[in-house]
């Protein structure tokens, strides 16, 4: 069942998307994707400090919070969602600089390359990259290396997990990571796949598109690095924050994600989003439950 408070939200996006937006060129669907966003920015916290620069040859916008004197503060390298086609730093603007004031944490947020023309890995090649210089040149950036989480929503949620799958027991310890409502599978049968198929949001054909562009070569979709819900064991991961909404077709890969780490010894809390839709952390100054389940994210952030 959708909450209420959602309908005003979801009609909006209905209307701004009067063509499937999979049907347009991707320049055009990647372009009205980011103007739509920054139109519906929020003003940034007082005195977060914004950077833009490069981090392992990979374009990044750093947000730091106001500390005490020269504290290095934990930190979250933060992938942006878009079914690694569309999205950007300047669309997840809004996003990345709230987790930053709301946690405490300094948010990195990477512009890794996105398909079509960059079809997996390259993605998780450059958020690698941009976690692996974070974690040498912390001393520079002003984090603690020791205190280093993965997060992202969606894809980047996707990417999060790749990440710390492909850095688990290397020289990179990562603290933490959080994934809201990501996609983490390639099973279009599940549940929640089917019952949400007409969206709201995000609808099957759209999700079927995406991989389609992320995931071209046949090969790739037996990879864990691509799919992490394929790994033979999760054990050794670190500790996650997995947020699904009710009414999403991928909420069942969340879901189906958490119980495997719990199974495997991995400390995580799911928050399951009772009539949340994807992408739910954008509708959270009109929706008290969205809100809730952002403030179950940050604070489970600020605890680590």
Not at 104 to 126: K, Q
Request: hydrophobic share 45%.
């Amino acid at each position: 069942m959708l909450d209420p408070e959602l309908l005003p939200f979801v009609e909006a996006g209905r209307k701004a998307w009067p063509v499937p937006p999979e049907q347009l060129p991707v320049a055009e669907y990647r372009q009205r994707y980011d103007a739509q966003m920054i139109a519906a920015r929020r003003p940034r916290a007082a005195g977060l400090a914004v950077q833009d620069r490069e981090l392992g040859g990979v374009p990044v916008r750093i947000y730091r919070p106001a500390a005490d004197g020269a504290a290095r503060l934990p930190a979250m390298v933060f992938m942006h969602g878009g079914g690694w086609v569309i999205g950007s730093v300047e669309s997840h603007d809004e996003i990345a600089a709230a987790i930053a004031a709301d946690t405490g944490c300094a948010v990195i947020s990477v512009e890794y390359r996105r398909a079509p023309e960059h079809p997996f890995p390259h993605a998780l090649d450059d958020s690698l990259a941009v976690v692996r210089a974070a974690a040498a040149q912390a001393g520079e950036l002003g984090i603690d290396a020791a205190r280093l989480l993965v997060g992202g929503d969606s894809a980047g949620g996707n990417l999060a997990a790749a990440i710390a799958l492909a850095l688990r027991g290397g020289d990179v310890a990562l603290h933490g990571q959080v994934l809201l409502y990501p996609s983490l599978g390639a099973d279009f049968d599940t549940a929640s796949f089917v019952e949400n198929a007409a969206g709201p949001v995000i609808t099957a054909p759209q999700v079927r598109w995406f991989f389609d562009q992320y995931l071209p070569d046949p090969a790739n979709r037996r990879d864990p690095l691509a799919l992490p819900l394929l790994a033979d064991s999760l054990r050794g991961l670190p500790p996650a924050f997995i947020g699904v909404a009710q009414n999403d077709p991928i909420r069942d890969d969340g879901i189906a994600y958490a119980q495997r780490l719990r199974d495997d010894g991995v400390a995580v809390q799911l928050d399951t989003g009772p009539g949340l839709i994807h992408g739910y952390v954008r509708a959270r100054h009109a929706c008290a439950a969205a809100q809730h389940s952002y403030e179950a994210m940050c604070g489970w952030v600020r605890a680590r």
